[in-house]
Every structure is written in C-alpha cells, then in structure tokens.
Nanobody, 119 residues
Framework: QVQLVESGGGLVQVGGSLRLSCVASGIIFNINPMGWYRQAPGRQRELVAVMHSGGLTTYADSVKGRFTISRDNAKKMVYLQMSSLKSEDTAVYYC?????????????WGQGTLVTVSS
C-alpha cells in the first residue's frame, strides 16, 4: 500500500514562511508528477505546484514568486517552501503523486496538512 505523508503545516503570521514536506512510502515507481494541491474552506481543491521528474514545474499564478517546489527523487520526497504568506494561503495542503503501482499508473493523495496564516 502506498501512502503520502505530509508534515510541516501549522500557524504562521502574514508575511511569514513555512516549509511543507511529503514522503511516499510503499512500492511506487516512476513518480511523475509529484506536488501540492490545496483546498480552502468553501472552495474547490486547486493546484499549487507540481514538479515532473525532468524538473519541469507548474505553479498556480497566485503563488508564483512566493512558493518554491523541490523534489528528492531518490527519497521519494517533495517539498514546498512557502514565503511571504498571505491570509488567502490558508488551506489544507495535500501532497499528490502519480506513479506506477504494481502494473498500473495511479494517483495517490496524502491526508492533508493544515496551513493557517493569521494577521
């Protein structure tokens, strides 16, 4: 069974920084892409940032220049460095990966970690 386990969420003031981490456990290969989505109260889940195995990244316009995604493929980990946080960044952040499980490519989601940005 493959699991994605997030860490690093919490309470931070406006303008502050947080670093989220996610590790994939279990047998999963060719993870592509791996990244982060978020869901704020009353809103749909949205892409924050993903990174493909070749290094190509995609960011939501709302986080460009403030958030940085990185990966450690050998450790099956993905990170999200968040800076200049705004109140509208408050959300549950979910780790996401698509990879080869046994003989089928599947999507896997983490349980989510809450990020609260307060003023």
């Amino acid at each position: 069974q493959v699991q994605l386990v997030e860490s690093g969420g919490g309470l931070v003031q406006v303008g502050g920084s947080l670093r989220l981490s996610c590790v994939a456990s279990g047998i999963i290969f060719n993870i592509n892409p791996m990244g982060w989505y978020r869901q704020a109260p009353g809103r749909q889940r949205e892409l924050v940032a993903v990174m493909h195995s070749g290094g190509l990244t995609t960011y939501a316009d709302s986080v460009k220049g403030r958030f940085t995604i990185s990966r450690d493929n050998a450790k099956k980990m993905v990170y999200l460095q968040m800076s200049s946080l705004k109140s509208e960044d408050t959300a549950v952040y979910y780790c996401y990966a698509r990879g080869l499980l046994v003989d089928t490519y599947s999507e896997v989601w983490g349980q989510g970690t809450l990020v609260t940005v307060s003023s």
